[in-house]
């Protein structure tokens, strides 16, 4: 993820379902893995073809690395530029991030 840095920020992407009214809900994702996240766009880009736009996360780094140390985040073993965040440490990790619309 050390490309990922810059600021005291790790910038990742997420291409939301266009059909979830909330793409961080964490009951949504109760039963499953998470909220899958990358740090490379050409990787968001492409799930952008589900048509629900691509946001660029911005967390502070000790906010990710704390929920790394807790394994409320962990690498995507699939992905290689990707994480996953469990519903656990969803909210925590959004609440803590920047979050904006990446112009396409």
Known sequence: M????ND???????????????PFDPKV????????FTIDIRTALD????GGGVLA??????VFEDLVSRQKNVHDRWEADSFVVRPTGLEEFISKSIIIPVEL
């Not at 799930?47 to 589900?50: S, V």
């Not at 996360?57 to 000790?62: A, D, L």
């Open 2 to 5: 050390e490309k990922a840095r």
């Open 8 to 22: 005291g920020y790790i910038t990742s992407y997420h291409a939301p379902d266009p059909k979830a009214p909330n």
């Open 29 to 36: 994702f109760s039963g499953n893995n998470g909220v899958y």
């Open 47 to 50: 799930e952008y073809l589900r």
């Open 57 to 62: 996360i911005h967390t502070p780094e000790h």
